[in-house]
């Protein structure tokens, strides 16, 4: 459900300030679309990037049912993850901007800052019992404009044949991760095994260890901050993880995993299905170890929000905010999260979720407490990430030690 493109946010930010320059020339139209001839609307557009064709059909039935609750047929229309904004922007400046759009939730803000989505409170839509960091996702300046049906976030992925064989346990702190990534390494298997390259990815997958140690993406040369660099350096240094993980993708983490050449990885649910076609992968999942015990574990959050667009036809956007209202009630979220291996946003269907579900446990568990990676910077964001993987590359090279590596961090997240 969440692939690598998704957490990943792979947005260009200057887009943002284009689209603002479009909306403020035309006015923000958008399409008329069908009516009857009393002018009722009869049905609405919706586009995301849900391209690959079994989940575009997925997304495309679920559409039409909450359309049919609406009343009006849903007109469903899916580009490439990379061409979604640029895809808005277009749309924007034809005056063709869909009815309904979904976005990758850290384009949310950019998207918003523009003016091109309209609040959700005047429509009346219900927003209680979602978490906090979910709402966040989808919050511009106090106001919000997405609500995503199900998120997402990392965990720890362990082996348990080849941790009963070794005799280890599932590491709970960062000295514990340590010991037993050594123990299970061997020649031709690593104890652990991450996303470390230079995209928001690897950034997305450094966050737990940051923020859970008291980092901040608001100030990256901390001691904090420092600390949860070196623990990757120290894996890699001690060779309980490859020094390929430098250009690994969580699609090749996983790949590495499954083929028995690492014990332990940090991944998404999304990898769950496939794990489960691999008769003799005897997986768990666990929480990401935190440096010490009684520290608060903190995840990135990763999916997806259904939004309404700002065009000139109110009717039309009434109509969308009801299929997006259907789209994120309990009923719909279960099946989605079902569907998917993903985590129903609202936190009394979550509870549900876990007793039908029981391996999605530790992502329920660490949804409770995860950050919505634009939380704090809003649309400056994208640089302090860029820092970071930046400075993760270095480190893991030995280019430079933490510390300096982050230093610089601060000044690419400062654009210095």
């Not at 792979?10 to 399409?31: E, K, M, P, Y």
């Not at 690492?262 to 440096?291: Q, Y």
């Not at 009801?322 to 569907?339: E, F, S, Y």
């Amino acid at each position: 459900m969440i692939p690598a493109a998704r957490p990943a946010a792979r947005r260009i930010t200057a887009l943002a300030g284009s689209v603002a320059l479009v909306l403020a020339a035309t006015g923000c139209g958008g399409g008329d679309g069908s009516a009857s001839a009393t002018g009722k609307v009869t049905s609405i557009t919706a586009l995301d990037y849900y391209t690959d064709a079994r989940e575009h059909a997925q997304w495309s039935e679920r559409l039409t049912a909450c359309g049919r609750t609406a009343g009006v047929t849903v007109e469903h229309r899916s580009v490439p993850g990379a061409s979604l904004v640029p895809k808005v922007l277009q749309q924007a400046s034809s005056r063709t901007l869909p009815d309904l759009l979904m976005l990758d939730n850290p384009d949310v803000q950019q998207i918003a800052q523009t003016g091109a989505l309209t609040p959700l409170d005047r429509y009346g839509i219900d927003t209680s019992g979602f978490d906090k960091g979910v709402l966040s996702a989808g919050t511009y300046k106090g106001k919000v404009y997405g609500l995503a049906p199900t998120v997402s976030t990392i965990a720890l992925f362990y082996n348990k044949d080849m941790l009963s064989e070794a005799g280890v346990t599932v590491p709970r702190t960062w000295d514990e991760l340590q010991r037993a990534a050594a123990r299970l390494t061997r020649p031709g298997r690593y104890g652990m095994a991450v996303d470390a390259n230079a995209t928001f990815e690897g950034t997305w997958q450094f966050l737990p260890f940051l923020w859970s140690n008291g980092g901040d993406e608001g100030r990256l040369d901390t001691p904090q901050a420092a600390q949860a660099l070196q623990l990757w350096v120290d894996l890699v240094k001690s060779g309980s993880m490859s020094k390929s993980v430098l250009n690994w993708t969580q699609a090749d983490v996983h790949d590495q995993f499954v083929a028995g050449k690492t014990a332990m990885m940090l991944n998404g649910p999304w990898r769950i299905s496939e794990m489960n076609e691999s008769r003799n992968l005897h997986w768990g999942v666990a929480p990401i170890p935190v440096r010490s015990q009684g520290q608060t574990l903190v995840t990135p959050l990763g999916g997806e929000v259904w939004t309404v667009p700002r065009n000139p036809s109110e009717a039309r956007r009434e109509k969308a905010a009801r299929v997006l209202a259907c789209l994120n009630d309990p009923t719909h979220m279960l099946a989605v999260a079902k569907q998917y291996f993903t985590v129903p946003s609202r936190t009394a269907v979550a509870s549900r979720y876990t007793e039908q579900v029981p391996a999605m446990r530790a992502f329920v568990e660490s949804v409770a407490q995860a950050r919505a990676r634009t939380g704090e910077l809003g649309v400056r964001w994208p640089r302090a990430a860029t820092g970071i993987y930046t400075a993760v590359q270095a480190a893991l090279t030995g280019e430079q030690t933490p510390r300096e590596a982050l230093r610089h961090a601060q000044q690419i997240a400062a654009g210095s």
